[in-house]
């Protein structure tokens, strides 16, 4: 167990660099130049220049390179053009909202797909099957903008029962208060995700369903329903998790979405509103800590395996 998760956090840490390259290359590369951007169109070139030299745009780009990791390593990712303040407060400041979304998100997900997926296994070519696969198919093709604005008109709009714009942060009123803020937005994006979760939860535990083990399981006399939990599903978690891990980077995806439609001041809509302001240093760190965040679940998912499933060596 050691020495696999030290492989894998060499591997982790592969990634992660290969990662932090690509998003430093994405401000150097990118049509324009940062300094001109950050004087102004009134700018003289020598405010430039000595923007450029403050910035050290005018070093070797390996030299940037490494000045740029040594300072993210320290936490340093540098200072927001548009809202004048260091960007790991700007991320820190807008973080809240999207870690509360995406945790009412995945809970709401796993209590609806993995039963849904189980149902469907249980009642494979009934109607019951058929339902949740025609279901799965409809909520994996709408985009999670087009649900939001539907569920605005009709659940906001029309029925009145919930907010449909903002975010109430915790400490400031109830939870329920905050929760409500929450429930829209995490709506649309459990069909999206739902949909994909049942499909492969189904399609396992059919798998599962045909195994010896399970018809041994039913010889001995247990119910109906530990034989599907603790026997299907249990032998099904492996390819289960690795889908829902697949699925952070739909999560991730659609939180920039979802948040622009319901303006929930979180990571999305401030990457939303980055790009349209041209502010590169909160593009790169957004970047970065969503590409940390994928590759750290993806690091505890492969560690997971050998408690799923004893069987699997690396």
């Known amino acids: 167990m050691l020495m696999l998760t030290l492989r894998r956090l060499l591997g982790t840490a592969t990634v992660f660099l290969l990662v932090a390259v690509l998003v430093f290359l994405m401000l150097r590369l990118a049509p324009g130049d940062p300094a001109v951007l950050l004087v102004g169109d009134h700018g003289t070139p020598e405010d430039v220049a000595q923007v450029r030299a403050y910035l050290k745009l005018d070093e070797p780009l390996p030299t940037q390179f490494l000045v740029w990791l040594g300072n993210v390593l320290q936490g340093d990712l540098g200072r927001s053009f548009y809202h004048h303040q260091p960007v790991s407060q700007v991320l820190l400041d807008r973080v809240g909202p999207t870690f509360a979304l995406a945790m009412v998100t995945l809970l709401l997900t796993v209590c609806v797909a993995i039963p849904l997926g189980v149902l469907a296994a249980w009642r494979h070519g009934t109607w019951l099957d058929r339902s949740v696969l025609g279901l799965s198919v409809l909520g994996f093709s709408l985009p999670s903008f087009v649900l939001g604005y539907l569920l605005i008109w009709l659940v906001g709009l029309k029925a009145g029962l919930l907010p449909t714009q903002g975010y109430e942060r915790l400490g400031t009123g109830s939870p329920w208060t905050t929760l409500r803020y929450l429930i829209l937005p995490a709506v ?127």
Do not use: C
Request: charged share 15%.
């Open 188 to 314: 649309t994006l459990t069909i999206v995700y739902t949909a994909l979760i049942a499909r492969v939860t189904r399609a396992t535990v059919s798998e599962a369903l045909t195994e010896d083990y399970v018809r041994t399981a039913r010889s001995k006399g247990l119910t109906e329903l530990r034989v599907l939990f603790r026997h299907a599903l249990a032998n099904s978690a492996v390819p289960i998790v690795t889908v829902v891990a697949i699925g952070i980077g739909m999560l991730i995806s659609g939180v920039v979405v979802t948040e622009t439609v319901y303006a929930i001041p979180g990571l999305g809509l401030l990457t939303v509103d980055a790009v349209q302001a041209r502010d590169y240093p909160v593009i790169q760190g957004v970047t970065l800590f969503f590409s940390a965040v994928y590759v750290l679940v993806n690091l505890l998912v492969d560690i997971s395996y050998v408690l799923f499933d004893p069987r699997i060596r690396y």
